[in-house]
């Protein structure tokens, strides 16, 4: 086991209403070591809290969170994340841009340079080290953040839906380069995504989540190989049986749910 959430709550001040709003309730969740772990749900079931929880961008309200069994007090470049926007800085180069993420481990600077370079190699972009990130698509943009990412040398990568801004051709082809990159690093990897084909199509193990207050719903552990063909019979009743727990959740057509709970006091 790499990490773990250990009975983690998490509640959020409701803005409107002044209250409680329990994004999490009693969440406990292993991640093993080198799996490629889908987090599944529909939107507002805690994706995104369970994964910054991980990262260390927010602190359990109950329970704790746990990496290689210590508990977590904020982000450390052992586990990398990647957003949704790559956020690069348009005034540097896609080089320097890899490298600032560097910056802080006090190498060279030709020490660093390199490490960025092997790092865009990886990522099929060497080639346009010195081009702004203006002047590359939006597949390309996010190849250089998972890179800046990658140059920290994380143990853990947190992936929040990285790819779903991009197009659906694009998504497929950045889908193929995550799981190359997987297999050949065997870093651990913790995606969220909401597209449950993407999910069957990478994932080592399928985790959904429901909403309201958001937990773990069931998991599926998928030991089919890579390129995965989702029209296989095994793979479309895995699908389906994903599908319909989804839409079994009230919240997946659009019911209003009660949303705005108090955790008991202790
Ligand atoms: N910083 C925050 N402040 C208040 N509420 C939040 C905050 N972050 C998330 N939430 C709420 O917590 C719930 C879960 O959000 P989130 O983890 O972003 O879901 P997902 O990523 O699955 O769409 C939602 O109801 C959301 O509105
Ligand atoms: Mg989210």
Redesign the pocket.
Same mark, same amino acid.
């Given at each position: 086991m790499i990490a773990e959430l250990r009975n983690v709550s998490?509640v959020?001040?409701?803005?409107r209403s002044g209250r409680g709003?329990v994004?999490?309730n009693d969440v406990s969740l292993s991640i093993e070591e080198g799996e490629f772990l889908c987090l599944v %749900?529909? &939107?507002?079931? %805690?994706? &995104?809290?369970?994964?910054?929880l991980m990262a260390g961008f927010?602190a359990p309200s109950r329970g704790q969170m746990l990496f290689r069994g210590e508990e977590v007090s904020g982000p450390s470049p052992e586990r990398g994340v990647v957003f949704q926007e790559p956020s690069l800085f348009p005034w540097m180069s896609v080089l320097q841009n890899v490298m600032f993420s560097l910056q802080d481990g006090g190498a060279r600077k030709a020490v660093r340079e390199e490490r960025a370079m092997e790092q865009l190699r990886l990522v099929g972009l060497d080639s346009f080290a010195h081009a702004r990130p203006n002047d590359l698509s939006g597949g390309m943009k996010q190849r250089v953040a998972i890179a800046r990412t990658l140059a920290m040398e994380p143990e853990m990568l947190l992936m929040?839906?990285p790819f779903g801004s991009l197009d659906e051709q694009t998504r497929r082809k950045l889908d193929n380069e995550a799981l190359s990159l997987w297999q050949r690093e065997r870093k651990t990897v913790v995606f969220?995504t909401?597209n449950i084909d993407e999910a069957l199509t990478l994932g080592t193990r399928v985790v959904l989540?429901s909403?309201?207050p958001?937990r773990i719903e069931r998991e599926w552990h998928i030991d089919e190989a890579w390129p995965r063909d989702l029209s296989s019979p095994r793979m479309v009743s895995l699908r389906q049986e994903v599908v319909g727990m989804l839409q079994a959740c009230p919240c997946a057509n659009g019911a209003p749910r009660p949303?705005l709970l108090t955790l008991e006091e202790d």
């Open positions: 998490k959020f001040a409701d803005p709003l994004a999490l %749900g529909s &939107s507002g079931c %805690g994706k &995104s809290t369970t994964l910054n927010e929040d839906e969220v909401h989540m909403p309201s958001g949303s």
